[in-house]
């Protein structure tokens, strides 16, 4: 005997007839091939760009190491910038230096304009 989903299903398909006819019953099934056919493709293509990408060697670049120079000559740079706008550096942090040249720069932006 038939159950409940499968009532469904007859019901489906006669309302399916009963709307488009039977003449676009086999356009829609085409439709449907076309659209499967176009989906295996890409999947094909796919797994095959990603099988030849997995394939590839890998190349791993190391990360360049901040020299005990680098960071010297920032500190400098940051010193030579406090002491041309006239802000003092004796004694304060790398922080507190670099928002002291902050609001001194917004200073003498808004004297500017």
């Known amino acids: 005997m038939l159950e409940g989903w499968e009532w469904l299903i007859i019901g489906v398909v006669a309302i399916v007839i009963i709307m488009w006819g039977p003449a676009k019953i086999p356009e829609f ?5 076309r659209a499967k056919g176009e989906f295996s493709n890409a999947q094909k ?8 990408t997995a ?8 990360a360049p190491i901040a020299s005990a120079q680098t960071l010297k000559s920032r500190d400098e740079l940051l010193i030579e910038t406090a002491r041309t706008l006239g802000v003092s ?6 922080e507190q230096i670099t928002e ?3 609001v001194k720069v917004k200073l003498l932006g808004s004297t500017a304009a």
């Open 29 to 33: 099934a085409r439709a449907l091939g």
């Open 45 to 52: 293509e796919f797994t095959d760009a990603a099988s030849a």
């Open 55 to 62: 394939s590839m060697p890998t190349v791993t670049v190391a």
């Open 100 to 102: 002291e040249i902050n």
């Open 89 to 94: 550096t004796d004694g304060k942090t790398r």
